[in-house]
């Protein structure tokens, strides 16, 4: 695993694109502030790149149209895997990322979008912003001059699609499969061959057959990729992230020269993101699934020895990513003994009754 | 039920409290605007308190200093049941209630706060953010001069204390029980006897005898309470709202008169705080649990004749309240249809895989 260190360019770059800046204090009396946003997204995602264009409009009726924000599609300003250095050197003051694309930098970024079978989007939203997650992350954003924010989440994903059937753990080997960050990480322990592809190119990579498998986020977006077109079988559930939290890195710098009354409106333009992009995942997701299944698609669930397989892998892999870095090792401990503690709550009053509900409802229905 | 409407009231005291205000159009020159938000709670109930004063505070951000709201603690302006009168009638400007202490009002505002059985707080979120439920909402609020926020969500909440065990459905009967809103409705069908007592009566009517059980929310609030000194049985889950969503009810002509900018930083603030208080009870929940286990509260769920008892009433009571209230009535189709389609969705991803994920970390730990 190769870790890149941004902090040269960083440095290198002090301040670029924010030249003209220089704010005084005051945001009632400040020029206007434009920054430009890259996303990992192409417009056709659009639970993603509306979510980051609500947050640019929102930032921007908060402050009287003095902070401009301009979100770019993926790919437009610089390529997919380059949306955490372009924030790192200053080409671009902010991106809009699933950070698990740049665990190559650093494996610890895993802690950002979720790790397998890790919280899921409430239990991650607490450790964030209740948990001391957040002051964690920032310590180890900062070496690369980034300050990140939480900026949606897509909660649990699915499992990806599938040419062939997965019947058994042996199905996964050499299974050449498209899937992000850590997933692949894990898969590869299974004996599959992760490939790390931008959304953009999943579609004609699986209808070439130059993959196997491909996992994108869930039903909606899955749709609207075509996903369902180039594979039949539709796997459950998307165990690689408890939930795929959604990252905004901002340049540091950048950061620090706004004023107060900008930063407020950054952040709660964020945490309204963070509520409102998991919000409309969840209504979109359920008829998306049904019009899947209409049209075809084989809904199925991993076998039993995959799960068990894969938790027992992930478990393997933390000892090793925190032998091997030392961010990774600072962060763990502490995120599993939270881990720990949401789960025996969850268990005993929301995952109880989500249980039997969702029997009687289902049953009713 | 008696359903009382504050149509005329809410006529009589247009703009009362905002007749300094007159605000044009641009909040830049706007001079500043005063409200008073009256709450359900004590100071000593710090979640909920404490997210109502942060969203104050970030609406005074936001808009640097010229918009001031002011939380006030329950009780100070008018008694817990009628903080919805109060803001109807213009006493105060806005609110922040568990709204279904309001049901006597109005039965359809059950969908503000949560059905028993009903939505999670992610469901419950997706329906009143992209599902038409905050719409159906506004609608039915409308009639008292109310336009509804939501501002925040406990989760699923716990079943409450109680002095005696509840071994079948019958240790109901004649039972004694603080519940709020719906849960009572729904008890009562099952030979209980609820009481509505404001959060800080519950302690000392315990204590005394006057009731046999409450519920208040979960291990967080319930400690701050001190539940557990005067009940030994501590019970799960709190079927009576598939989540606890909080609302800030607007008194709608003092809304009206604000500048576009006001509107954004009150509305921004209102859904961070639909995040941060929901990942505040995430947080704060799990030690406390684990406190109150330790100093003896005896975890107990409820029997499966009651849940199921509990489920067969509910539905039966949505029948009898779509006859009797016609708000009721135009609600609860579309918000019974956006269950099942949740329900069907989440059980397919989220829930497959929380079910996995907590029986193995539950093992590790």
Same mark, same amino acid.
């Given at each position: 695993?190769?870790?890149?260190?941004?902090?040269?360019?960083?440095?290198?770059?002090?301040?670029?694109?924010?030249?003209?800046?220089?704010?005084?204090? +005051?945001?009632? !009396?400040?020029?206007?502030?434009?920054?430009?946003?890259?996303?990992?997204?192409? @417009? =056709? $995602?659009?639970? *993603?790149?509306?979510?980051?264009?609500?947050?640019?409009?929102?930032?921007?009726?908060?402050?009287?149209?003095?902070?401009?924000?301009?979100?770019?599609?993926?790919?437009?300003?610089?390529?997919?895997?380059?949306?955490?250095?372009?924030?790192?050197?200053?080409?671009?003051?902010?991106?809009?990322?699933?950070?698990?694309?740049?665990?190559?930098?650093?494996?610890?970024?895993a802690f950002?979008?979720?790790l397998s079978f890790g919280m899921?989007?409430?239990q991650h939203?607490?450790w964030?912003?209740?948990g001391g997650g957040?002051?964690k992350?920032?310590?180890?954003?900062?070496?690369?001059?980034?300050?990140?924010? +939480?900026?949606? !989440?897509?909660?649990?994903?699915?499992?990806?699609?599938?040419?062939?059937?997965? @019947? =058994? $753990?042996?199905? *996964?080997?050499?299974?050449?499969?498209?899937?992000?960050?850590?997933?692949?990480?894990?898969?590869?322990?299974?004996?599959?061959?992760?490939?790390?592809?931008?959304?953009?190119?999943?579609?004609?990579?699986?209808?070439?057959?130059?993959?196997?498998?491909?996992?994108?986020?869930?039903?909606?977006?899955?749709?609207?990729?075509?996903?369902?077109?180039?594979?039949?079988?539709?796997?459950?559930?998307?165990?690689?992230?408890g939930?795929?939290?959604?990252?905004?890195?901002?340049?540091?710098?950048?950061?620090?020269?706004?004023?107060?009354?900008?930063?407020?409106?950054?952040?709660?333009?964020?945490?309204?993101?963070?509520?409102?992009?998991?919000?409309?995942?969840?209504?979109?997701?359920?008829?998306?699934?049904?019009?899947?299944?209409?049209?075809?698609?084989?809904?199925?669930?991993?076998?039993?020895?995959?799960?068990?397989?894969?938790?027992?892998?992930s478990q393997?892999l933390w000892g090793?990513l925190s032998?091997?870095?030392?961010?990774f090792a600072k962060i763990y401990p502490e995120w599993k003994k939270f881990q720990e503690a949401e789960a025996s709550?969850?268990?005993?009053?929301?995952?109880?009754?989500?249980?039997?509900?969702?029997?009687?409802?289902?049953?009713?229905?």
């Amino acid at each position: 695993m190769q870790r890149r260190r941004f902090l040269t360019q960083a440095a290198a770059a002090t301040g670029a694109g924010l030249a003209a800046v220089g704010l005084p204090a +005051v945001a009632q !009396n400040a020029p206007t502030v434009r920054w430009r946003m890259s996303t990992g997204w192409p @417009k =056709s $995602l659009d639970a *993603l790149y509306g979510s980051a264009d609500e947050l640019c409009r929102r930032v921007g009726e908060l402050t009287g149209g003095k902070f401009e924000i301009r979100a770019f599609p993926g790919g437009e300003i610089v390529p997919y895997a380059q949306n955490m250095e372009a924030v790192s050197n200053g080409t671009v003051e902010c991106n809009h990322v699933l950070a698990t694309a740049h665990i190559g930098t650093n494996t610890a970024i895993a802690f950002d979008t979720g790790l397998s079978f890790g919280m899921n989007a409430r239990q991650h939203n607490a450790w964030i912003q209740f948990g001391g997650g957040m002051e964690k992350l920032r310590e180890m954003y900062g070496q690369y001059g980034i300050t990140n924010f +939480v900026t949606g !989440n897509v909660g649990v994903q699915m499992g990806g699609w599938y040419r062939k059937e997965i @019947k =058994s $753990l042996k199905d *996964l080997d050499g299974l050449k499969i498209r899937v992000g960050g850590i997933g692949g990480m894990v898969l590869q322990k299974l004996g599959a061959v992760p490939q790390q592809i931008p959304p953009s190119d999943i579609y004609p990579s699986l209808e070439k057959g130059t993959i196997d498998a491909a996992e994108w986020i869930g039903p909606y977006d899955d749709e609207r990729l075509g996903l369902n077109k180039v594979a039949p079988f539709y796997y459950s559930p998307g165990w690689w992230e408890g939930s795929a939290s959604i990252t905004t890195m901002v340049n540091t710098e950048a950061w620090e020269k706004l004023p107060a009354e900008f930063k407020a409106a950054f952040e709660a333009a964020a945490n309204e993101q963070a509520l409102r992009m998991l919000a409309a995942y969840d209504a979109k997701n359920p008829p998306a699934l049904r019009s899947l299944i209409a049209g075809g698609a084989q809904l199925k669930y991993f076998p039993k020895d995959v799960m068990e397989a894969a938790y027992k892998a992930s478990q393997e892999l933390w000892g090793e990513l925190s032998e091997e870095n030392p961010d990774f090792a600072k962060i763990y401990p502490e995120w599993k003994k939270f881990q720990e503690a949401e789960a025996s709550w969850f268990r005993v009053a929301e995952n109880a009754l989500d249980n039997f509900t969702y029997s009687e409802v289902l049953k009713r229905s």
